[in-house]
T-cell receptor, first 112, second 112 residues
Framework: KAGVTQTPRYLIKTRGQQVTLSCSPISGHRSVSWYQQTPGQGLQFLFEYFSETQRNKGNFPGRFSGRQFSNSRSEMNVSTLELGDSALYLC???????????FGPGTRLTVT | AQSVTQLGSHVSVSEGALVLLRCNYSSSVPPYLFWYVQYPNQGLQLLLKYTSAATLVKGINGFEAEFKKSETSFHLTKPSAHMSDAAEYFCAVKKGAQKLVFGQGTRLTINP
């Protein structure tokens, strides 16, 4: 099976812009979770989707949003980008509950 | 709330020496515990996980970890370090359907 894929791998945006990141889970996986990784804050949970419904949410402002499609692919959107949003965004998928998560390579977002 | 503490943000060992990366968790009940490894510019790869079966868990690449409830610890060990083990290691805890909570990470350096 192909692993978790994330597109794009690298992205440069300007403050105030918005960005959409995409994640394709492993075939058959229905749970997709998103994490933000920064040197200062480490790995922080953003949200988890299961069967197109948000099942868990982390402590991030409303500028961060996501969705999941019927084919389990997921997107996350960040509006009104801030410099502090520069990070590696990781997506992870799992079959049902996220007991065993498989991570993608991440999207590195740089906000200038 | 459950949390994870990794003692030592940087650990340096000689090639062939014992690797010991420390992780303590706080949880009211035994949780699921994980160790992940991250190589530069890559996502996270699961090394091993504890799910309330055997307390000594063997993982990939020769790593193992022992769950000690009395010490609320889940330290990662490898008898003999290899240069390819140089990476960042994350301990994580998860209880039920709740989100995965990561420690701050330990960067492992292997000296020739």
């Amino acid at each position: 099976k192909a692993g978790v894929t994330q597109t794009p791998r690298y992205l440069i945006k300007t403050r105030g812009q918005q960005v959409t990141l995409s994640c394709s889970p492993i075939s058959g996986h229905r749970s997709v979770s998103w994490y933000q990784q920064t040197p200062g804050q480490g790995l922080q949970f953003l949200f988890e989707y299961f069967s197109e419904t948000q099942r868990n949410k982390g402590n991030f402002p409303g500028r961060f949003s996501g969705r999941q499609f019927s084919n389990s692919r997921s997107e996350m959107n960040v509006s009104t980008l801030e410099l502090g949003d520069s990070a590696l965004y990781l997506c992870a998928s799992s079959p049902l509950t996220p007991t065993r998560q498989y991570f993608g390579p991440g999207t590195r977002l740089t906000v200038t | 709330a459950q949390s994870v503490t990794q003692l030592g943000s940087h650990v340096s060992v000689s090639e062939g020496a014992l690797v010991l990366l420390r992780c303590n968790y706080s949880s009211s009940v035994p949780p699921y515990l994980f160790w992940y490894v991250q190589y530069p510019n890559q996502g996270l790869q699961l090394l091993l996980k504890y799910t309330s079966a055997a307390t000594l868990v063997k993982g990939i690449n020769g790593f193992e970890a022992e769950f000690k409830k009395s010490e609320t610890s889940f330290h990662l060990t490898k008898p003999s370090a290899h240069m390819s083990d140089a990476a960042e290691y994350f301990c994580a805890v998860k209880k039920g359907a709740q989100k995965l909570v990561f420690g701050q990470g330990t960067r492992l350096t292997i000296n020739p």
